[in-house]
Every structure is written in structure tokens, then in C-alpha cells.
């Protein structure tokens, strides 16, 4: 149960830097899905009177049903609404140094972009202009008596 007075949720829409890695855990055969997304943003330069794009890069992981669907239906390129929740891990490396990072756990995922790209995917039932993909309450390795069974379809 989270706190009333804080909120981890992060919304980005980007473009997609490429295909999703898609692993599967052995203990659980539980798919992970890894990719990045690129956000863009314009920004006045007053000293040179132009306007400049700075691109910000993104890491996304994605567990479940949703790593699955990642993986069979992004591609390098593809623009796409994300929500989620900033996650940071540690770990050590192979030469015993402590490691981490943050990364965003995806819980929601909408394709975006023309029509034509969209024709690419075949539309869930009663979706005809954007495809949705809402994650099961699937947040970590460790959590126990979450089951793959509570997604809604």
C-alpha cells in the first residue's frame, strides 16, 4: 500500500531506440523485456537567436505479459505513450564494484503514431485508432502470490 502523501508515476511519450530484449527468469519462466526510449525537447538559444532539440534517452523494463506484447509489437522507431513507475536496483560487477541504476518500470504502454502505422498491429476488439496494453500489478523478481492469472485476458 503506498503512502497517501507520495506518488512514484512517470508518463513519457518518445520514440523507441529499438527492438525490446525479451529474456525469460528460469525460476518463474517470467518474461523481462528491455528498451529505451528517446524524448525530445525544443528549446530557445537566445544567444544564437535558434531554436535547439536536446534528446534525452530513457531506460524501460517491462515484466510479464506486458514484456511479451512489448516485444512482439515495438519496433525501432515506433512512437509510443508510457506509464510507469521509476525503479532503481543494485548490483555488483564482475570485479566486485557495487553497480546501479534507474530505470522506469512500465505498467502501461499505448502505441501511438499514423493510422498506417498502426495497420502494422492488429487492434485489440473495439480499438481502432490506438492499441493498449494495461500490465497486471507485476513490479518485481521477489514479490510472491502475484500470478501472470490476474491479467484480463
Known amino acids: 500500500?503506498?503512502?497517501?502523501?507520495?506518488?512514484?508515476?512517470?508518463?513519457?511519450?518518445?520514440?523507441l531506440g529499438g527492438k525490446p530484449d525479451l529474456r525469460y527468469l528460469p525460476q518463474k519462466e517470467r518474461a523481462v523485456a528491455r528498451f529505451s526510449i528517446a524524448t525530445n525537447e525544443r528549446f530557445f538559444n537566445p544567444a544564437t537567436n535558434e531554436s535547439q532539440v536536446r534528446a534525452e534517452w530513457h531506460r524501460l523494463i517491462a515484466w510479464g505479459k506486458l514484456a511479451e506484447f512489448c516485444e512482439k509489437y515495438l519496433t525501432q522507431g515506433k512512437q509510443v505513450y508510457v506509464e510507469g513507475k521509476l525503479r532503481t536496483r543494485s548490483w555488483q560487477d564482475r570485479d566486485g564494484n557495487k553497480r546501479s541504476t534507474t530505470e522506469i518500470e512500465a505498467q502501461n504502454i499505448i502505441l501511438l503514431g499514423r493510422r498506417e502505422e498502426a495497420a502494422e498491429v492488429e487492434p485489440f476488439p473495439g480499438e481502432a485508432s490506438r492499441t493498449e496494453f494495461p500490465a497486471a500489478e507485476e513490479s518485481g523478481i521477489a514479490e510472491e502470490g502475484e500470478g501472470e492469472d490476474d491479467v484480463p485476458f
Not at 503512502?3 to 512517470?10: A, E, H, I, Q, T
Open 1 to 15: 500500500m503506498r503512502d497517501v502523501n507520495s506518488l512514484n508515476k512517470v508518463i513519457l511519450i518518445g520514440r
